[in-house]
């Protein structure tokens, strides 16, 4: 597999919308790209994956897609090289990759990743390069990281979720610099985050399924992307004082023990 033509699919899908009545949109959607990725979504309908997709900054069905700006910024052709290039880096999956546009109703960013054991998914307005590879590279770690850990995702533990995020960040950091990293890891001191690891992580780490690990690292009741912030502090004190060398495939728990941050 590799990147996907999708290009063809939202050209097939642009030409329809103008023929299509305003309410029928949502289904035409479903039809012509949710359907296509059913393999991805066992026991999922394409309604469902268009909810799913939609919840991670799909494009709205009624939207107008700019197709321009994404085929003249080399978008598919930017991430099949870099796909390449990080397979054979990190003896990663052979997967499909699918990029869409981000939709307009997203105001706070202009790029979304969704990343599956068997699936990558680019959902992305108007990327400079760096920043595209960036996020490429985001995702595919840790499709990486899950093809090692080999569990579902309602498996993976909290612990491994933080691993996972700290992981990618710093792979994105070595690869591109400091500038590309996410802007909210730098949000709270070490002292702070260790104080909240022990009180609300450490208690935690156990916990399985992605689904209830998002107040952990999104935050709530507990500070914004806190989960993220600490998940990169614990990969990153790992690395200042142990080899990096295929650190994609060391235990969750040894990355831990080898941090800053206590058991």
């Known amino acids: 597999m590799s990147v996907i033509s999708t290009d063809d699919w ?6 329809s919308q103008k023929l299509t009545r305003s ?52 978008s598919w052709e930017i991430v099949q090289e870099e796909f390449l290039y990080l397979k ?16 307009q ?10 990343a599956y054991p068997d699936a990558l998914f680019l959902l992305i307005g108007e990327l400079e390069r760096q920043e595209l590879k960036a996020l490429f590279a985001h995702e595919y770690n840790h499709v990486c990281r899950l093809q090692y850990l080999n ?17 990618a960040e710093c792979a994105v950091e070595e690869l591109y610099g400091a500038q590309w990293l996410a802007p909210w890891l730098s949000n709270y001191s070490l002292a702070k985050m260790l104080a909240i690891w022990q009180s609300y992580f450490l208690p935690n780490l156990n916990v399985k399924g992605l689904d209830n690990h998002v107040e952990f690292l999104y935050g709530g009741k507990l500070p914004p992307w806190i989960g993220y912030c600490i998940g990169y502090e614990i ?16 235990s969750s728990k040894n990355i831990l023990k080898g941090s800053a941050f206590p058991l």
């Open 10 to 15: 939202l050209h097939e899908f642009k030409t």
């Open 23 to 74: 309410r029928d949109v949502e289904e035409l959607q479903c039809t012509m790209l949710c359907s296509r990725l059913l393999e991805h979504f066992k026991g999922g309908t394409p309604q469902l994956i268009q909810y799913e997709l939609q919840q991670q900054g799909l494009f709205r069905a009624h939207e107008h897609i700019n197709m321009k700006i994404l085929q003249e910024r080399q």
């Open 88 to 103: 054979n880096k990190w003896s990663g999956p052979d997967i499909p990759i699918y990029i869409f546009p981000l939709t």
């Open 105 to 114: 109703e997203q105001k706070r960013t202009n790029k979304n990743g969704v």
């Open 151 to 167: 569990k579902s995702l309602k498996e993976v533990t909290l612990l491994d979720s933080l691993i996972l995020e700290g992981l």
């Open 235 to 250: 990969v990153k004190t790992y690395r200042q004082q142990h080899s990096s060398h295929q650190l994609l495939k060391k």
